[in-house]
T-cell receptor, first 121, second 111 residues
Framework: DARVTQTPRHKVTEMGQEVTMRCQPI?????VFWYRQTMMQGLELLAY????????DSGMPKDRFSAEMPDATLATLKIQPSEPRDSAVYFC???????????????????FGPGTRLTVT | QKEVEQNSGPLSVPEGAIASLNCTYS??????FFWYRQYSGKSPELIMS????GDKEDGRFTAQLNKASQYVSLLIRDSQPSDSATYLC???????????FGAGTRLAVHP
């Protein structure tokens, strides 16, 4: 059963604490995305990796957020220090973009994990 | 102007009717279009993708794309109460996988 997994599913922390969220993409997928969803802003892209290399993190507040892929089976999103405005649901998604020019229609599909609901008090 | 626009709803339809969800996008160079369904408290689930002008059918779902009008829609035939959810339109532009999501349309199917 191939699916994206995320841990923890829920996290409550105090302002100023470090938060680390983890994501395991679908085995064989080579792209990983971090999104944040709030009622006010909807779904926002924070960072994007392809073959473990960061390609776009323009949506991420650089002073407190960092995203990494230590290996092909793990992506992490860290917030240090956390603030109440960081309270949101954080989703990880993965996809497969084949190498080369020829790409199938399904090349750009993204599959979401269950999310981490973060509350910063 | 938002890059991907959807009516927030709620769109209320009776059970058995056709639900029609619409989405417009601003980047004329957009190449791939997706519909995701998101139940309350759950993650977005991919239900349809469309890449060429015209219609694409999958079961009770039909996606329609008109690139000239920069318009994509999702039709749900024989709507069921279990279809009640928020439907997110997503558009891919440029050379990467980056998707831009609309704010979503909330659909309510009542018995």
């Amino acid at each position: 059963d191939a699916r994206v997994t995320q841990t923890p599913r829920h996290k409550v922390t105090e302002m100023g604490q470090e938060v680390t969220m983890r994501c395991q993409p679908i085995l064989g997928h080579n792209t990983v995305f971090w999104y944040r969803q709030t009622m006010m802003q909807g779904l926002e892209l924070l960072a994007y990796f392809r073959n473990r290399a960061p390609l776009d993190d323009s949506g991420m507040p650089k002073d407190r957020f960092s995203a990494e892929m230590p290996d092909a089976t793990l992506a992490t999103l860290k917030i240090q220090p956390s603030e109440p405005r960081d309270s949101a649901v954080y989703f990880c998604a993965s996809g497969l973009v084949p190498r080369g020019v020829l790409k199938r229609d399904s090349s750009y599909e993204q599959y979401f994990g269950p999310g981490t609901r973060l509350t910063v008090t | 102007q938002k890059e991907v626009e959807q009516n927030s709803g709620p769109l209320s339809v009776p059970e058995g009717a056709i639900a029609s969800l619409n989405c417009t996008y601003s980047d004329r160079g957009s190449q791939s279009f997706f519909w995701y369904r998101q139940y309350s408290g759950k993650s977005p689930e991919l239900i349809m993708s469309i890449y060429s002008n015209g219609d694409k059918e999958d079961g009770r779902f039909t996606a329609q794309l008109n690139k000239a009008s920069q318009y994509v829609s999702l039709l749900i035939r024989d709507s069921q109460p279990s279809d009640s959810a928020t439907y997110l339109c997503a558009v891919r532009s440029g050379g990467y996988n980056k998707l831009i999501f609309g704010a979503g349309t909330r659909l309510a199917v009542h018995p």
